[in-house]
């Protein structure tokens, strides 16, 4: 299969040379030229335990990798992870289902692509005889998941921005204590909007972006997305056969990377009735899905910090199947976005997309409410997913993350502080943090100085 960019501007390339490059160097994200339908294979998937599962997705786009190769790779990737279900799909009533997608190792959803985007880039390293630095910028759990998905490897190096001061402490630790060479974590000032708009600057200047073998790592690199879908697969097929055809994925979001992954899927032939966009006090995407206008407003620091985000860079994707894949279209819709920070569109999925909007004051209560209804801890981004359910449908909530990153919300929240292994052994640890300004030269020098 080949990968196209959204904004139609530069060659096709195979699955490898896709992932390597991350963002395309027009500006635009990678796309699979045709989606594959999965309708008549949802049968054979449903004896598939989880690495399974993803190789025989995997397949319809990996195409130049070796099948045994591929197969390796992706089995290694779930190695880590510490339940036997991978994504457990957890029942709190007759209607309500949680998925838990924090057992990998930084305890977030981001380990079901990162550990596998690691392992690829391990591998072309290796088939290629040539080095990689990998780019990447956070708002919390992408820099830690990122960073442990390369850890140690050789021939990579590791750079990942996230905005000063405005992470949990633990997803701090997370990314700067990890003790390992080919690791820098960049604090920088600003917003992880201001971050996000540095890399995309730092890889438009394409001399550097070749000379320094640069890959993005962030959810713009298509594996990324790809790796996504296979958990709402996974969720999808161990439900009960009669709550499939009316269930609506609730998903915390920010940056849309994970709820389009779902949407994608559901374009590939999987019967899934909706999903639900649940946004935090920053709800761009909540006011887009309720008045069709994306606009740009101020990120105001929240608790749950993975979501502080207002421009979403996945939806650039979103944009594309919205105008009907035409190229031309999303470069028009980018530019005005650019230059005036809003897009009114006329015509998108409402079938398939609702929203929920969750203010600061609201978490703790949730988490409360959850708790003494279920027995459940829900962190503040699986919170804000619990806000308005659609009592209408089955509703598979995504848990992205462990509770244990987040003590203090918690502890006030339901009287008790939970604790992770892994995270207890990071206070121990010294810090090592470099901080910059979110200005693309700063941001270049840096790299220059630690390129591998």
């Known amino acids: 299969m080949r990968f196209l960019s959204s904004r139609g501007q530069t060659p096709v390339l195979g699955f490898s040379d896709a992932v390597a490059t991350g963002l395309a160097p027009d500006g635009g994200l990678y796309l699979p030229e045709t989606l594959p339908n999965l309708s008549g294979e949802l049968a054979r998937f449903e004896k598939l335990n989880y690495a399974e599962l993803c190789f025989e997705f995997f397949k319809h786009f990996a195409t130049d990798i070796p099948q045994e190769t591929l197969r390796a790779i992706i089995a290694q990737s779930y190695t880590k ?15 309500t289902y949680v998925l838990e997608l924090f057992h990998g190792p930084t305890l977030a959803f981001k380990d079901f692509a990162l550990q596998l985007l690691g392992n690829l880039y391990e591998h072309q390293c290796k088939v290629r005889h040539e080095t990689i630095n990998v780019l990447g910028a956070t708002s919390g759990d992408t820099g830690s998941a990122a960073i442990h998905g390369l850890l140690g490897k050789p021939g990579t190096a590791i750079f990942i921005l996230y905005p000063d001061g405005r992470t949990s402490p633990l997803q701090e630790r997370q990314m700067a204590c990890t003790g390992a060479d080919n690791v820098f974590a960049l604090c920088v000032d600003g917003t992880f909007d201001d971050a996000q708009a540095a890399l995309k600057d730092v890889f438009g200047d394409q001399s550097f972006r070749t000379r320094h073998r640069l890959s993005a790592v962030n959810s713009i690199n298509l594996a990324r997305g790809l790796a996504q879908c296979v958990y709402y697969l996974s969720a999808w097929l161990r439900l009960p056969a009669s709550a499939r055809s009316n269930v609506e994925f609730v998903v915390p979001t920010g940056n849309f990377g994970n709820v389009l992954a779902g949407w994608m899927l559901q374009k590939m032939g999987v019967p899934i009735r909706g999903f639900k966009v649940a946004t935090n006090q920053n709800d761009i ?26 421009v979403a860079s996945n939806f650039e994707r979103f944009i594309y199947y919205t105008v009907g894949r035409d190229t031309a279209r999303v470069r028009e819709v980018m530019r005005t976005f650019r230059q005036t920070g809003a897009y009114r569109f006329e015509n998108f999925d409402r079938d398939s997309f609702s929203a929920s909007r969750c203010a600061d004051a609201e978490i703790p209560g949730i988490i409360q409410r959850v708790y003494q209804k279920y027995g459940y801890v829900a962190d503040p981004h699986t919170a804000c997913g619990f806000k308005d359910l659609n009592a209408d449908r089955v509703s598979v909530v995504l848990a992205t993350a462990s509770p244990a990153k987040f003590p203090d919300t918690i502890l006030r929240a339901i009287g008790q502080e939970p604790t992770h292994p892994s995270l207890e052994a990071l206070k121990a640890r010294p810090l090592v943090k470099h901080p910059l300004k979110a200005e693309p030269q700063a941001i270049k020098a840096f790299i220059e100085a630690h390129a591998v």
């Open 81 to 95: 992870f510490s339940h036997p279900d991978i994504a457990p799909l957890v029942q709190l009533d007759e209607r």
């Open 285 to 310: 995407l909540y006011r887009l899905f309720t008045t069709g206008e994306y606009k740009l407003g101020a990120v105001h620091p929240s608790l749950a910090p993975s979501m502080d985000i207002q």
